[in-house]
């Protein structure tokens, strides 16, 4: 990523817009020439750190409008909505969807909206409902990539201010909580509070949580508490610099950031980084570092991109039984498993569920030859009484093949070896010889000869 050509024609292009200049006068006004500037704006030359800096002086421009200003969240995001089985017979590569953000950039944004819309409202044949509202909140935090820089800098120097107190992190909270804040932490029972697993009771003075919550979930809410006190006028500028089209966006976004605020205090950057570096991203013995449950592991895997810092690019996801997906974070990995509302019964998120507890650990091939190694665990909310509904899920956290090899689940297996065969669901999958197939991929016609059955119980037509 460091090392990426950063091409940003589109933002360069709003921008001149914006401020109602020719390619000459801005040209001008950067010291370039205007056929450079107009290479730049088309994509056909990067964006030197020097320009780069000279856009910022002179415009008062925020570098981060880069990554925030890519048309449809950039080419990987268009990639993936250009996956979905409607497209499957139109075989766009990834060549054509550079071009098309270079060469019409709006129209590209475009068409990400009317998708996003339309996609969203598929379920109910409506939109503006929750399905916006939640693609508009990951769109946001796409814009980002997962890391707040801001946030894990002032989390971290929280951390460090706690760590020198005491050692007990819990504690050190409670006390911070209590001293400066004038609230207390009281655990309640589970009949007192039998739905609620947190609640600040401001006319007590109280943070209340229920017993039902084990010591990583009750740091993780006396942190979050914390969060929401310390870390309130930087949450909330980021919340308004969002512009939400309407108030439950707004509140997702705030408890997302504070949820991000709480996980960077009990996992500190640098810490965190560092111990992952030296156990090889050791799941179970991070979780025993850091005091922290194992999906607020892999969720912080996701996060580690600060500026020459930075961590693997993880993706992870959260599914039930029935294949629906609770939580989804790619990360700066850009993996279409993350985006894609459709999974392949082969990758062993699924399969997780037979083993409860244990970590299961994949590496899959995609049909564009992408190569993922993958590990999956069943994770249980907290708060469950005997004789309740038992919730489940499974976590799949995954990265990229070519960068794994430091992983220590990856002692033994051949990255470059057989890998297993997987799609994003059937109807965009055109492997022909899958046993696991339950229809035939969108786009081609199905095949049928009664003297014949194959391995597959769906044959169908090439383009």
């Known amino acids: 990523m460091a090392d990426r050509k950063l091409l940003a024609g589109h933002a360069v292009r709003r921008l001149r817009r914006r401020e109602g200049l020719t390619q000459a006068a801005m040209a001008e006004m950067l010291a ?6 107009n290479l730049v704006e088309k994509n056909q030359r990067p964006l030197s750190a020097a320009l780069l800096v000279k856009l910022a002086e002179t415009f008062d421009f925020d570098p981060r409008a880069l990554a925030a200003g890519e048309p449809g969240g950039g080419a990987a995001a268009i990639r993936r909505r250009l996956a979905d089985p409607m497209f499957a017979d139109l075989e766009i590569d990834r060549n054509e969807v550079e071009e098309w953000l270079a060469g019409a950039p709006g129209g590209a944004e475009a068409f990400a909206r009317v998708f996003d819309r339309l996609g969203q409202g598929s379920a109910t044949g409506e939109t503006g409902g929750t399905g916006d509202v939640i693609a508009e909140l990951r769109k946001e ?10 946030l894990d800098a002032a989390a971290e120097a929280l951390a460090d201010e706690l760590r020198m107190g005491a050692g007990d992190l ?9 001293v400066k804040h004038q609230l207390t932490i009281r655990v309640l029972p589970v009949d007192v509070m039998p739905d609620l697993l947190r609640r600040t009771d401001l006319h007590a003075r109280q943070l209340q949580v229920s017993e039902m919550l084990d010591a990583a979930s009750r740091t993780f809410a006396a942190a979050y508490q914390l969060g929401q006190i310390e870390a309130r006028s930087m ?19 705030r408890r997302y950031l504070t949820s991000y605020f709480a996980a960077a205090v009990m996992m500190p950057y640098a810490r965190f980084l560092r111990a992952c570096e030296a156990t090889g991203y050791d799941l179970e013995l991070l979780q025993r570092r850091f005091g922290a449950g194992f999906e607020q592991v892999a969720h912080r895997l996701t996060t580690l991109q600060r500026v020459g810092a930075r961590g693997l690019p993880f993706f992870m996801v959260r599914v039930d039984r029935a294949g629906q997906v609770s939580k989804r974070f790619s990360g700066a990995s850009g993996s279409p498993l993350v985006e894609s509302d459709r999974r392949c019964p082969l990758w062993r998120v699924h399969s997780a569920f037979d083993r409860p507890g244990d970590l299961m650990v994949q590496l899959v091939a995609l049909e564009d030859g992408a190569r ?5 665990r069943t994770v249980t909310p907290q708060g ?7 919730a489940e899920f499974a976590v799949g956290l995954g990265v990229s093949a070519d960068v794994a ?12 070896g057989e890998a297993t065969p997987i799609g994003l669901g059937c109807r965009a999958c055109a492997r022909p010889s899958c046993p696991q197939r339950s229809a035939a991929p969108a786009g081609r016609a199905l095949l049928v000869n009664e003297r014949e059955r194959g391995v597959s119980p769906f044959t169908f037509g090439g383009d």
């Not at 370039?32 to 500037?37: E, G, K, Q, T």
């Not at 993922?372 to 999956?376: G, K, V």
């Open 32 to 37: 370039i020439s205007p056929s450079y500037l």
């Open 141 to 150: 935090i796409e814009r980002w990539r997962g890391h707040y820089a801001d």
């Open 170 to 178: 819990y504690g050190a909270i409670a006390e911070r909580l209590r």
């Open 235 to 253: 949450v909330e500028a980021l919340v308004q610099g969002a512009g939400f089209a309407d108030r439950a966006g707004e509140r997702l976004y």
């Open 372 to 376: 993922w190694l993958t590990l999956s």
């Open 384 to 390: 469950r009484r005997y004789g309740a509904v038992q």
């Open 405 to 416: 090899g430091s992983l220590a689940v990856a002692r033994g297996i051949d990255l470059k």
